[in-house]
């Protein structure tokens, strides 16, 4: 089976930190997908990636950054957190090719005070 | 562009109730279709899909039959059970060359016993 693991589940950070949230998956897949999830919104995508080292703008990018340095991890930076970036963040991989399914981390929850 | 449109929840049955939850969607062309489902504290997981007109993805006694004549994929089942209480997200992938998925906004499901 798939693992996506996000490395916390819930974190507090002030304003104005340096946030990393760090997510690994163990299927060798080539696509990996940073969400953040928001009631009443549904999931919106901030960042992907298909392979290492690379890097596309999803439909929210604002305030945050990636990193794939190597093909089983995706990392997502908050440069500078605020509070508007309060939220639940999913990371998730799939397969390169055809239709492949979204493997799922169990989700990290963002507090920002 | 490509979008999922979801009725509003939340949608609560009693145990044994017939389940409705419907999506439509606008797409250039004829996509795959997904339905997601996300239990309480995880992330998503791919529940079922189709990938051509009139097919019916099935799974865990959830169906959903691809109508292309309403742009439709709407997600059933006979009887729920409590542990069907979940938020159910409608998704198709995106018309730009990457392996990018729309979702729609979620339905939550709650049935009492």
């Known amino acids: 089976d798939v693992k996506v693991t996000q490395s916390s589940r819930y974190l507090v950070k002030r304003t104005g930190e340096k946030v990393f949230l760090e997510c690994v998956q163990d299927?060798?897949?080539?696509?990996m997908f940073w969400y953040r999830q928001d009631p009443g919104l549904g999931l919106r995508l901030i960042y992907f990636s298909y392979d290492v080292k690379m890097k596309e703008k999803g439909d929210i990018p604002e305030g945050y950054s990636v990193s794939r340095e190597k093909k089983e991890r995706f990392s997502l930076i908050l440069e500078s957190a605020s509070t508007n970036q309060t939220s639940m963040y999913l990371c998730a991989s799939s397969r390169g090719t055809g239709h492949a399914p979204l493997h799922f981390g169990n989700g990290t929850r963002l507090t920002v005070t | 562009g490509d979008s999922v449109t979801q009725m509003e929840g939340p949608v609560t049955l009693s145990e044994e109730a017939f389940l409705t939850i419907n999506c439509t969607y606008t797409?250039?062309?004829?996509?795959?279709l997904f339905w997601y489902v996300q239990y309480p504290g995880e992330g998503l997981q791919l529940l079922l899909k189709a990938t051509k007109a009139d097919d019916k993805g099935s799974n865990k006694g959830f169906e959903a039959t691809y109508r292309k004549e309403t742009t439709s994929f709407h997600l059933e089942k006979g009887s729920v059970q409590v542990s069907d209480s979940a938020v159910y997200f409608c998704a198709l992938p995106e018309n730009t060359g990457f392996q990018k998925l729309v979702f729609g906004t979620g339905t939550r499901l709650l049935v009492s016993p």
């Open positions: 299927m060798d897949h080539e696509n």
């Open positions: 797409a250039t062309g004829y996509p795959s």
